[in-house]
């Protein structure tokens, strides 16, 4: 088998060596499978010039897209290497622009071309050439569906619809994505209305996934549930894996957000399991999993085990995608805010800082115009920045030292450039919006701006509040930073009292006793008592906080996981109805 490989190998090197040689029409007459292992071999060879001829051949690449999915993410490996030499993205978004030209009235043919040219560019993570092939797709594909409604035309709709919503999503064109959204809305209406037109579920759930993927952008997080949850529902055992995969990733991210983590736990090792199996450990579909499991672990206080997997998520993506892709700008992303919170503690903000400087570097290159997909980078900048400058604070200190005063300002200007975005994008009203006036709030209460950083305090937690419920997660964050102010620096120990008591609350409602955030709050209760000389509650909470200690010391040293292993084996059925128990159950106990 190795000598038949072998010779394999000779034979794509000779042809590569006699590239030349050769005639164009020669090498489209090679089998798809083939033709991808010679481009990979190219990319080996760097033979830039020869291989971007080939590629820029619409009518062989469409040959090859149609082919099959077994050998795309090889195709997607050789788009990402070309991509550092010569631009073949916007090089093929201009060819489909005169291919559609040229084919003006061969809608059917332009339609086909441009969901498969787009869908490659959206998986290689080149977004903005994706999105103009796709939206020109889009228009097409919708004025066939005037003259012919058959199911063919509808299948195309959707695919085309589910993969430019994606897109949009990605890159926050929010007000794209909604008129996106509104025309696929009415089509899917269509299609379930008219028994002789049945698509595909599984199109169906993938669409609505994309729909719950961009309400969790604009941090609609009861829709972005709602709308995964209808996903679910349209699951069945024969849709293909990789929408299953999508389907359960993105409903377990919506359900940590909505703080439902024995759902949430339930769906993203199923999807983690499923990718592992179908498509093997150095596929992007098992990288993308580990991603969201990695948020899953920050979110339920697994901080470590997230840090690890977000490793292992971003080696994938880099050897697929390269080092200078959005994609793996956004896993660094996800790798330094992970890094920042396992560190807080000790002060170690070089790796976290590292990783956020690279993802904005990338950003700045690649989406130098997109300011909302660059945001949220800068807001975990701005985080590590005020970190490094109070951990270089000199011990009592009567001013803000002079190496601490840039490092501020920097962190200042990062949260109002993104706070100012997200008024002007999602408004005040916005879980966005409040997060900004609350990372203010943290910021100010550094730079002993103590009246400022009340207001952005309390701003956020009237949002967070009216938006999530009093006993949400994000609200017991601001009110335990607003109890923090109260208490170490404006003397007002009633009020932050009752907000540490209010947090503890939270805390415990959602994580149990061993939550690791519960120290701050113990901590701040006892500070509180110790200057007010109330000996007896100190001792009380003094007992609290060594009980909490032996917990924590039980939990470290377990290797038991905090919530419990998923049998893989577990068909579709199965796993939806055990997801809709559980999730009626933790609404049950949420009511409680």
């Not at 001829?53 to 999915?69: A, K, N, P, Q």
């Not at 706070?419 to 879980?431: A, D, H, I, M, P």
């Not at 730079?447 to 207001?455: D, G, P, T, V």
Request: aromatic letters at 10%; one cysteine or more.
């Amino acid at each position: 088998m190795n000598h038949v490989t072998s010779l394999y190998n000779i034979s794509l090197q000779t042809i590569c060596h006699n590239i030349k040689l050769l005639q164009s029409t020669c090498l489209k007459s090679l089998p798809p499978t083939v033709l991808i292992d010679l481009y990979e071999m190219m990319t080996e060879e760097e033979l830039w010039d020869a291989l971007f001829t080939e590629m820029t051949d619409l009518e062989c690449l469409v040959r090859i897209l149609r082919f099959g999915s077994n050998n795309r993410q090889k195709l997607v490996k050789v788009v990402c290497r070309l991509m550092e030499k010569l631009n073949i993205c916007t090089t093929l978004s201009w060819l489909f622009e005169d291919f559609e030209k040229k084919n003006a009235k061969n809608f059917r043919t332009v339609v086909d071309y441009g969901i498969l040219i787009g869908g490659l560019l959206s998986e290689s993570g080149w977004l903005s050439d994706a999105m103009n092939i796709l939206s020109k797709t889009f228009s097409k594909v919708k004025l066939l569906l005037t003259t012919n409604a058959s199911y063919e035309t509808n299948l195309l709709a959707l695919s085309c619809a589910q993969k430019l919503l994606y897109v949009q999503s990605t890159a926050c064109c929010f007000t794209e994505a909604a008129i996106t959204t509104s025309d696929t809305l009415e089509i899917i209406s269509r299609v379930v209305s008219n028994e002789q037109i049945k698509v595909p579920s599984a199109l169906i759930a993938s669409f609505y996934t994309q729909m719950s993927v961009l309400h969790y952008h604009r941090s609609e997080y009861t829709l972005s549930y709602e709308w995964s949850c209808r996903a679910l529902k349209y699951l069945e055992e024969n849709s293909p894996d990789k929408i299953v995969i999508d389907v359960l990733r993105q409903a377990a991210k919506a359900c940590v957000v909505k703080r439902k983590f024995q759902c949430a736990n339930l769906l993203i090792k199923q999807a983690v399991a499923r990718a592992r199996v179908v498509f093997g450990e150095t596929h992007l579909a098992y990288s993308d999993a580990l991603m969201d499991y990695g948020f899953f672990l920050l979110n339920s206080d697994s901080v470590s085990q997230s840090v690890k997997i977000y490793r292992q998520a971003l080696e994938i993506k880099v050897q697929i995608l390269g080092t200078k892709n959005i994609f793996v700008a956004i896993a660094h992303e996800d790798l330094a805010y992970a890094l920042y919170v396992l560190e807080y503690n000790n002060g170690r903000f070089d790796a976290p800082l590292s990783h956020i400087s690279i993802c904005i570097n990338i950003m700045a290159d690649l989406v130098k115009d997109n300011q909302l997909m660059q945001a949220s980078a800068k807001r975990v900048k701005a985080l590590i920045l005020e970190e490094i400058a109070l951990d270089s604070m000199p011990p009592f200190p009567n001013s803000l030292d002079r190496k601490m005063q840039p490092m501020l300002r920097e962190s200042e200007q990062l949260h109002l450039a993104a706070l100012s975005l997200s008024l002007e994008t999602f408004g005040k009203n916005n879980v966005q919006t409040a997060k900004h006036y609350g990372n203010l709030g943290r910021l100010y209460q550094s730079m002993n701006q103590y009246e400022k950083a009340e207001k952005m305090h309390k701003k956020a937690i009237k949002i967070k509040s009216d938006l999530l419920g009093c006993y949400d997660y994000e609200v017991g964050l601001s009110i335990g930073h607003l109890a923090s102010l109260y208490n170490f620096h404006m003397d007002k120990y009633d009020e932050a009292e009752e907000l540490y008591l209010k947090s503890i609350q939270i805390n415990l409602k959602l994580f149990g006793k061993a939550y690791s955030g519960l120290e701050y709050d113990y901590r701040g209760l006892m500070h509180i008592y110790e200057v007010t000389s109330d000996f007896e509650k100190w001792n009380k909470y003094n007992e609290i906080m060594e009980n909490w200690k032996a917990l924590r010391i039980e939990v470290d040293g377990s290797q038991k996981p905090l919530y419990d292993d998923v049998d893989e084996d577990r068909s579709l059925e199965e796993l939806t109805r055990k997801f809709f128990e559980l999730s009626k159950n933790e609404e049950n106990v949420e009511l409680a």
